[in-house]
């Protein structure tokens, strides 16, 4: 089973963008997502690329899901998403 991680796109240059995944900054790549994104947008992130952009109206409630998994463990999570060692998790951030 495949985990896409939910993010916000902050920047965009080409088929590439930057999104924050709860205060953490990743680069992911634009070329399969099949929906115009632009900045401000949300997109499930998987292996560095966007496969899914969120609906507006699926926004808020995808993020509270993925925050309710999110309450077991912070070191573990912040790994998941690949954040450098020493991180705390931003759930506050969106």
Request: overall charge negative.
């Amino acid at each position: 089973m495949c985990l896409g991680i939910p993010g916000e796109i902050t920047a965009i240059d080409g088929n590439e963008a930057t999104a924050s995944f709860w205060d953490v900054e990743k680069s992911v790549r634009l070329d399969i997502v099949g929906d115009e994104v632009e900045v401000g947008d949300y997109v499930l992130n998987h292996a560095g690329f966007a496969i899914r952009k969120i609906p507006d109206a699926e926004v808020e409630e995808t993020i509270e899901i993925y925050e309710s998994f999110l309450e077991g463990d912070e070191e573990e999570a912040l790994d998941e998403i690949g954040a450098e060692p020493g991180r705390q998790l931003g759930l506050g951030g969106r």
